[in-house]
């Protein structure tokens, strides 16, 4: 089994900036993509950023130019650093690694972490 444990999460105020991190734990020859989603009471969950194993980046129109996502490949860890935070960026951060494959020839499975609360307040 694998294991998604996320930190960073916490109450900041508007203008400022948090860390996210998602460490993978468990039977893991090679993560796929890894990237954060985040939900706000009342709304569906949505892609903030993602990047490949190789490095490409993609990320959400909100999110860019405040927040980078990072990869660390040999810690199987991402991070995101979130910058000039907004209110409306409050919601329940949660990590995803995509394609975990236990060997090489293995299928690749999903897997989400519980998730981090950040709260950004005006």
């Known amino acids: 089994q694998v294991q998604l444990d996320e930190s960073g999460g916490g109450l900041v105020q508007a203008g400022g900036s948090l860390r996210l991190s998602c460490a993978a734990s468990?039977?893991?020859?090679?993560?796929?993509?890894m990237g954060w989603y985040r939900q706000a009471p009342g709304d569906q969950r949505e892609l903030v950023a993602s990047?490949?194993?190789?490095?490409?980046?993609d990320y959400a129109d909100s999110a860019k130019g405040r927040f980078t996502i990072s990869r660390d490949n040999a810690k199987n860890t991402v991070y995101l650093q979130m910058n000039s935070l907004k209110p409306e960026d409050t919601a329940v951060y949660y990590c995803?690694?995509?394609?975990?494959?236990?060997?090489?020839?293995?299928?690749?499975?999903?897997?989400w972490g519980k998730g981090t609360l950040v709260t950004v307040s005006s």
């Open positions: 995803k690694a995509e394609g975990v494959r236990y060997y090489r020839f293995a299928y690749g499975q999903d897997y």
């Open positions: 468990g039977s893991i020859f090679s993560i796929n993509a």
């Open positions: 990047i490949t194993s190789g490095g490409s980046a």
